[in-house]
């Protein structure tokens, strides 16, 4: 049954879609317009895209962009693989932990982990110190490009995990069985049956690594690396002014090549949902690893994890301690960056006020869009959800780019004020940034409840107010929890369109402080115990929508992006 | 193609013991199933059937006994190792495959010629009459087509054994007649030894050579079908295969005849067993009602219906003897006198008819 299209519907869906066009489809539009344009003038023109192609520093940025992009997705995958495998496949004592530890990384936003990471394993961090000291040599792990690498698999490799962790847990113990059964045993029974079944997760997670890194506005730029897309866009629009049609073409080919990722993963992906075939479910059968083995085992997973949690490991540290320079640890550890950071600061009231503005925007308008694209016949429906999803491509730098384009142009009522430099713009783009987890979460759970639920309680003569209050809303609550958490937790850490719409200090979130503090060296201590707290927040986030959600055990591949 | 003698193999089960952890699941059974014979283990969930089937296939370990496949003890063998087939409850077809290449899976772990391979999976797609599916997903396919590609993958390696998993438990009521007789009839032709596992007695007494019952890891009862209907030892083998009245009592001595009391004070006459306590079982089937004939063998008793239910070619009454509810079971023929609920009836039987439990 598909509900009538009342008024109140009617009105409700134009306020929706007048919201989406508005405040994501035309900043969008407008990039791409302003790319096309000679700014003199005002004509159509590929100029500007030639002009890009003939700068030798723009050519190598994209190719360096590429190329970390690549690099992290092959590094990240060298993270998870063995974390995923030997966790559904063995059995031994702490999977769970190990699984969970594994997590972690992603609560923490990329560029504050980058600075520790430098302190750890940069030319003079702990790890090369202690190289030189005993072996004779260093390793360059943090030199140009290689420490944007670093950093960005460090953060984005569990994407891969939970994915790859996922299908393998998907993967039905007959599938493997009958293939024994028909003698095969081994890497054999690995790569024709376990291999190809688990490579839809791959790819899911893999696609979104590549994606991620090529979008990645602030690692780059704390460890100094310019000649990359990302940076160079945001470089050209803060030195130049918003005027300059360059930056416009970078954030083009920034969401052009977004949208080519996703398109090219749902191409290798279809046709390629295994799961509706694999009735029983439960997983690979666990084997017992013997002594040795075990041994190997704990080795290699003792060492990636102690990898991916240094960032972690270094921020604590740089937090407590005093001066951590040319030497192994600080050299002395104090408080007084916190107390610095709660006596001077209003950044963790705005993250707070902006974060749950945002994420309550975001559940509103998760739960009716749902509600419309799934139980209303109403003509256009479906656009509503396209456009929402979109934005999950679209990367904060070019929205935050087109915020700047569309609405500085228009000044907030009774001020000189530009609109976008009033503070309520950063809550709007948080709100568009994070809508497609809130859709996702309500999606997921609207389509779980019958709907014979509502027609039950519409044969009693209830509203659709009444049924959308006292049936729908109930039955979604945890997936709205959840999702409402999701986008919290995660507009807690963006940078990449918030540093672009910042234009007062006394407006900024936590994120842009802690990028703020971190430029400098004075700086780092109070940064980084702005990261710890930004971590906690995500952190206690994080958890308490994976309890939510694991009370719905929902076993399907989880998309975090 | 087949070649029969291939096919021809025992299956020696010895003194098995399986625990999952400190649960005792199967207990010390011994089995002994003949070269091409149609074997069943029959029983409710949980009784230890399908843990004895992967058993066999090399699935699970019995920490006690062995299993003799022909003349070879494979106990310690690998799965890989067994060359048995064995068809999964829900398929276990690859998805990422297709249905030719599910099929060669197993050829090609032989390292079977391309050319060779290529006849053998399309003579084996015939023989389950899905010549044509080749290129097909399993995705694809309708559930009945899944379990003829699941058989046709195990069959084309010619194992020494085939194993079912409850093959039909899957399928909708009228496929599921259909695929019975097509396994029988594949089974038949090939002549390979057959191990059926089924919760189902209908299936179990249509397809088997012989079934073992089994209950908490024990074999209650082991033989032909209808030696298993007709003569059940026990009261669980009686209760699975078919409905049954049981009364419980004790058999006295009365002038020199033996007669049986109920515990709800029915007495029965001129019996042929033992004194002592016992069980006396009665199918359903075997009771009249109002039946005027005399003859010595026919007991009578009084009782009142206080129940009916029309099964279509039965009418299934409850009738209250003595406080005691014992159903009975007439055929139905748009003839048939029909009696109602409160009617005071006598029901009769023949007292040859009885079979004794001691208990």
């Given at each position: 049954m598909?509900?009538?299209?009342?008024?109140?519907l009617?009105?409700t869906?134009?306020l929706?879609?007048s919201f989406?066009?508005?405040?994501?489809?035309?900043?969008v539009?407008s990039?791409?317009y302003?790319?096309?344009?000679?700014?003199?003038s005002?004509?159509?023109?590929?100029?500007?895209?030639?002009?890009?192609?003939?700068?030798?520093?723009?050519?190598?940025?994209?190719?360096?962009s590429?190329?970390?992009?690549?690099?992290?997705v092959i590094?990240?995958?060298?993270?998870?693989?063995?974390?995923?495998?030997?966790?559904?496949?063995?059995?031994?004592?702490?999977?769970?932990?190990?699984?969970?530890?594994?997590?972690?990384?992603?609560i923490?936003p990329?560029?504050?982990?980058?600075?520790?990471l430098k302190?750890?394993?940069?030319?003079?961090?702990?790890v090369?110190l202690?190289?030189?000291?005993w072996?004779g040599?260093k390793?360059p792990f943090?030199e140009?490009?290689?420490?944007v690498?670093?950093?960005?698999s460090?953060?984005?490799?569990?994407?891969?995990?939970?994915?790859?962790v996922?299908?393998?847990?998907?993967?039905?113990?007959?599938?493997e069985?009958?293939?024994?059964?028909?003698?095969?045993s081994?890497l054999?029974l690995?790569?024709?049956i376990?291999l190809?079944?688990?490579?839809?997760g791959?790819?899911?997670?893999?696609s979104l690594?590549?994606?991620k890194?090529?979008?990645?506005?602030?690692t780059p730029?704390?460890?100094d690396i310019?000649?990359?897309?990302?940076?160079?866009a945001y470089?050209?629009?803060s030195?130049?002014?918003?005027?300059?049609?360059?930056?416009?073409?970078?954030?083009?080919i920034l969401?052009?090549?977004?949208?080519?990722?996703?398109?090219i993963?749902k191409?290798?992906l279809?046709?390629k949902d295994?799961?509706?075939?694999?009735k029983?479910?439960?997983g690979?059968?666990?084997?017992?690893?013997?002594?040795?083995e075990?041994i190997?085992?704990?080795g290699?997973?003792?060492f990636?994890l102690?990898?991916?949690?240094a960032?972690?490991?270094?921020?604590t540290?740089?937090?407590f301690g005093?001066?951590?320079?040319?030497?192994?640890?600080?050299?002395?550890y104090?408080?007084?960056?916190?107390?610095?950071?709660?006596e001077?600061?209003?950044f963790?009231?705005?993250?707070f006020?902006y974060?749950?503005?945002?994420?309550?925007?975001?559940?509103?308008l998760g739960?009716?869009?749902?509600?419309i694209?799934?139980?209303?016949s109403i003509?256009g429906?479906?656009?509503?959800?396209?456009?929402?999803?979109?934005a999950?491509?679209?990367?904060?730098?070019?929205l935050g780019i087109?915020?700047?384009?569309?609405?500085?142009?228009?000044?907030?009522p009774f001020?000189?004020?530009?609109?976008?430099?009033?503070w309520?713009?950063?809550?709007?783009?948080?709100?568009?940034?994070?809508?497609?987890y809130?859709?996702?979460a309500c999606?997921?759970a609207l389509?779980?409840?019958?709907?014979?639920l509502?027609?039950?309680?519409?044969?009693?003569?209830?509203s659709?107010?009444?049924?959308?209050?006292?049936?729908?809303?109930p039955?979604m609550?945890?997936?709205?929890?959840?999702?409402?958490i999701?986008?919290?937790?995660?507009?807690?850490?963006?940078?990449?369109?918030?540093?672009m719409?910042?234009?007062?200090?006394?407006?900024?979130p936590?994120?842009?402080?802690?990028?703020?503090y971190?430029?400098?060296?004075?700086?780092r201590?109070?940064?980084?115990?702005?990261?710890v707290?930004?971590?906690?927040i995500?952190g206690?986030g994080?958890?308490f929508?994976?309890?939510?959600i694991?009370?719905?055990?929902?076993?399907k591949?989880i998309?975090?992006n | 193609m087949y070649?029969?003698?291939n096919?021809q193999?025992?299956?020696?089960?010895?003194?098995v013991?399986?625990f999952?952890?400190?649960?005792?699941?199967?207990?010390?059974?011994n089995?002994d199933?003949?070269?091409g014979?149609?074997f069943?283990?029959?029983?409710?969930?949980?009784?230890g059937?399908?843990t004895?089937l992967?058993?066999?296939?090399?699935f699970?370990?019995?920490?006690?006994?062995k299993?003799?496949i022909?003349?070879?003890?494979v106990?310690t063998?690998?799965p890989w190792?067994?060359?048995i087939g064995?068809?999964?409850?829900?398929?276990a077809?690859?998805?990422h495959?297709?249905?030719?290449?599910?099929v060669?899976?197993g050829?090609?772990?032989k390292?079977?010629?391309?050319?060779?391979?290529?006849?053998?999976?399309?003579?084996?797609?015939?023989?389950?009459?899905?010549?044509?599916?080749?290129?097909?997903?399993?995705?694809?396919?309708s559930?009945?087509?899944?379990?003829?590609v699941?058989l046709?993958?195990?069959?084309?390696?010619k194992?020494?054994?085939?194993?079912?998993?409850?093959?039909?438990?899957n399928?909708?009521a009228?496929?599921r007649?259909?695929?019975r007789?097509?396994?029988?009839h594949?089974?038949r032709?090939?002549?390979i030894?057959?191990?059926?596992?089924?919760?189902?007695?209908?299936?179990?007494?249509?397809?088997?050579?012989?079934?073992?019952?089994?209950?908490?890891g024990i074999?209650?009862q082991?033989?032909?079908?209808?030696d298993l209907?007709n003569?059940p030892?026990?009261?669980?083998t009686?209760n699975f295969?078919?409905?049954?009245n049981?009364?419980?009592?004790?058999?006295v001595?009365?002038n020199?005849?033996?007669k049986?009391?109920s515990k709800?004070?029915?007495?029965?006459?001129?019996?042929k067993?033992?004194?002592g306590?016992c069980k006396?079982l009665?199918r359903?089937?075997n009771?009249?009602?109002?039946?005027?004939?005399?003859?010595?063998?026919l007991?009578?008793?009084k009782?009142?219906?206080?129940?009916?239910e029309?099964?279509?070619?039965?009418?299934?009454?409850?009738?209250?003897?003595s406080?005691?509810k014992i159903?009975?079971?007439?055929?139905?023929?748009?003839?048939?006198l029909?009696y109602?609920?409160?009617?005071e009836?006598?029901?009769?039987?023949d007292?040859?008819?009885?079979?004794?439990?001691?208990?």
């Amino acid at each position: 049954m598909k509900l009538r299209n009342t008024v109140s519907l009617k009105l409700t869906f134009f306020l929706i879609a007048s919201f989406l066009i508005i405040f994501l489809v035309i900043p969008v539009v407008s990039v791409f317009y302003t790319a096309f344009i000679d700014p003199y003038s005002g004509n159509f023109t590929i100029v500007n895209f030639l002009d890009f192609f003939k700068n030798r520093l723009f050519i190598e940025s994209f190719f360096n962009s590429f190329y970390v992009a690549i690099m992290s997705v092959i590094l990240a995958s060298t993270f998870a693989l063995p974390l995923s495998y030997f966790t559904t496949r063995f059995q031994f004592r702490g999977s769970v932990l190990i699984q969970s530890l594994g997590f972690i990384p992603l609560i923490m936003p990329p560029f504050v982990g980058a600075v520790a990471l430098k302190l750890l394993f940069g030319t003079n961090g702990t790890v090369n110190l202690f190289l030189n000291k005993w072996m004779g040599f260093k390793v360059p792990f943090m030199e140009g490009l290689n420490g944007v690498i670093f950093a960005e698999s460090i953060h984005y490799f569990p994407f891969i995990l939970i994915n790859l962790v996922a299908s393998l847990n998907n993967i039905d113990k007959t599938m493997e069985e009958s293939a024994q059964n028909l003698g095969s045993s081994g890497l054999n029974l690995f790569r024709k049956i376990v291999l190809p079944l688990s490579m839809p997760g791959y790819v899911a997670g893999a696609s979104l690594v590549f994606l991620k890194v090529f979008d990645d506005l602030g690692t780059p730029l704390l460890l100094d690396i310019n000649n990359m897309l990302a940076p160079q866009a945001y470089l050209r629009i803060s030195a130049i002014g918003i005027d300059d049609p360059m930056g416009y073409v970078m954030a083009v080919i920034l969401v052009v090549t977004s949208l080519s990722a996703m398109w090219i993963a749902k191409l290798a992906l279809a046709g390629k949902d295994y799961s509706m075939l694999q009735k029983g479910g439960g997983g690979l059968a666990k084997r017992k690893l013997n002594f040795m083995e075990k041994i190997m085992a704990y080795g290699v997973i003792i060492f990636i994890l102690f990898i991916v949690l240094a960032p972690h490991i270094g921020l604590t540290l740089l937090s407590f301690g005093t001066i951590w320079s040319f030497s192994y640890f600080p050299d002395a550890y104090t408080l007084n960056h916190y107390k610095e950071i709660f006596e001077t600061s209003n950044f963790i009231k705005n993250t707070f006020l902006y974060c749950s503005i945002a994420a309550f925007i975001d559940i509103l308008l998760g739960v009716l869009i749902s509600y419309i694209v799934i139980r209303t016949s109403i003509r256009g429906r479906e656009f509503l959800d396209y456009i929402a999803m979109a934005a999950l491509a679209i990367p904060g730098l070019a929205l935050g780019i087109g915020y700047l384009r569309t609405f500085y142009q228009y000044n907030l009522p009774f001020s000189n004020q530009p609109l976008a430099s009033w503070w309520f713009i950063i809550v709007i783009a948080l709100t568009i940034r994070r809508l497609p987890y809130a859709l996702r979460a309500c999606n997921a759970a609207l389509t779980q409840i019958s709907i014979y639920l509502e027609e039950s309680a519409e044969v009693f003569g209830a509203s659709r107010y009444i049924i959308l209050k006292k049936i729908v809303i109930p039955l979604m609550i945890a997936g709205i929890l959840a999702g409402f958490i999701t986008s919290f937790a995660t507009a807690a850490v963006e940078l990449s369109a918030t540093i672009m719409l910042v234009s007062n200090e006394i407006d900024a979130p936590l994120s842009y402080a802690i990028y703020a503090y971190m430029q400098t060296a004075a700086g780092r201590g109070p940064g980084a115990a702005l990261g710890v707290i930004a971590v906690v927040i995500v952190g206690v986030g994080t958890y308490f929508s994976q309890r939510i959600i694991e009370r719905k055990q929902s076993e399907k591949l989880i998309n975090l992006n | 193609m087949y070649d029969n003698s291939n096919f021809q193999t025992g299956v020696n089960i010895k003194d098995v013991d399986v625990f999952y952890g400190k649960n005792h699941v199967i207990k010390n059974i011994n089995i002994d199933i003949k070269p091409g014979e149609f074997f069943t283990f029959l029983g409710p969930s949980g009784c230890g059937k399908t843990t004895l089937l992967r058993l066999i296939a090399g699935f699970e370990s019995a920490s006690k006994g062995k299993v003799i496949i022909g003349e070879n003890d494979v106990t310690t063998l690998p799965p890989w190792k067994r060359n048995i087939g064995m068809v999964f409850q829900n398929y276990a077809l690859w998805p990422h495959m297709s249905v030719f290449k599910n099929v060669a899976f197993g050829l090609e772990q032989k390292k079977i010629e391309k050319i060779e391979i290529f006849s053998l999976v399309k003579n084996s797609l015939e023989l389950v009459g899905l010549e044509g599916f080749e290129n097909r997903r399993p995705s694809q396919l309708s559930g009945g087509q899944q379990q003829r590609v699941a058989l046709a993958r195990t069959l084309v390696v010619k194992p020494m054994i085939l194993l079912l998993d409850e093959p039909l438990s899957n399928l909708d009521a009228k496929l599921r007649i259909q695929m019975r007789k097509d396994i029988l009839h594949l089974q038949r032709k090939l002549g390979i030894t057959t191990i059926f596992v089924t919760h189902d007695q209908e299936e179990a007494n249509v397809m088997s050579d012989r079934v073992a019952v089994l209950n908490n890891g024990i074999v209650e009862q082991l033989g032909r079908p209808e030696d298993l209907y007709n003569n059940p030892i026990n009261l669980f083998t009686a209760n699975f295969l078919g409905t049954t009245n049981t009364l419980e009592g004790e058999v006295v001595s009365n002038n020199g005849k033996l007669k049986f009391i109920s515990k709800e004070n029915i007495e029965i006459n001129n019996i042929k067993f033992k004194t002592g306590k016992c069980k006396i079982l009665l199918r359903p089937q075997n009771f009249y009602i109002n039946n005027n004939e005399i003859k010595d063998e026919l007991v009578k008793l009084k009782g009142k219906i206080v129940e009916k239910e029309f099964l279509g070619n039965i009418l299934r009454y409850t009738i209250n003897v003595s406080e005691k509810k014992i159903l009975v079971d007439l055929i139905h023929e748009d003839n048939s006198l029909i009696y109602k609920i409160e009617d005071e009836i006598e029901l009769s039987f023949d007292i040859n008819k009885l079979r004794f439990l001691e208990s």
